[in-house]
């Protein structure tokens, strides 16, 4: 008679095949499919940076990206109710949404991107006023009174290019800093050179 493995088995091994790898980066959410998509959920956060890619370049990408998803939000009510009345009662309450989700959304490829870039004091104070700029950005969307429509769209549209020169100065103060840096010697410790 042929030995039936427990029931427990064949789950365990199913388990452990579904299990992330160990070398997952932890800045990325963890994957499930949106919609019937079996694409990456850090897709939808860093879009333009694979899994591959550093803490830095997700965060960096992630700032451009949930800012223009809630830029376009913003448009959207614009749109249906007209600058005077974007902000009235609770026509900007697709905006705010988007604000309160993309924050959190943004929050692990940030903290990410602090311990990436701590290697350099410029560089982490870099990182923190993109993610300072960025949240008072979000919170800028709104129409000022007497703003015409021209001054909107540069405003708003304004910041994504301060978002990449900011961008690019941290990406460049690290490539002097890792220029100019030794690494570590490797080798055993407490053995002699011989």
């Not at 030995?3 to 994957?31: E, F, M, V």
Request: charged share 20%; with cysteine; hydrophobic share 40%.
């Amino acid at each position: 008679m042929p030995r039936r493995l427990p029931l427990a088995a064949p789950l365990l091994a199913a388990a452990l095949a579904l299990a992330p790898a160990a070398g997952a980066q932890s800045y990325l959410p963890k994957a499930r499919p949106v919609g019937g998509n079996p694409g990456p959920a850090h897709n939808y956060v860093c879009p333009n940076v694979d899994a591959s890619g550093s803490a830095l370049d997700c965060f960096l990408d992630a700032a451009r990206h949930l800012y223009t998803m809630c830029r376009h939000v913003k448009s959207i009510e614009i749109i249906e109710h007209g600058y005077e009345n974007s902000e009235a009662g609770t026509n900007s309450a697709k905006s705010e949404s988007c604000v309160q989700k993309q924050t959190a959304n943004i929050a692990r490829p940030y903290g990410a991107a602090l311990r990436e870039a701590r290697v350099s004091r410029q560089a982490a104070d870099g990182v923190k006023s993109l993610y300072e700029y960025w949240t008072a950005s979000l919170a800028a969307l709104k129409w000022q009174a007497g703003e015409s429509d021209d001054d909107y769209r540069q405003r708003t549209a304004g910041v994504l290019g301060d978002l990449e020169a900011r961008a690019a100065g941290i990406r460049q103060i690290l490539v002097i800093v890792r220029e100019h840096t030794t690494p570590p010697a490797t080798g055993v410790r407490g053995k002699a050179a011989r």
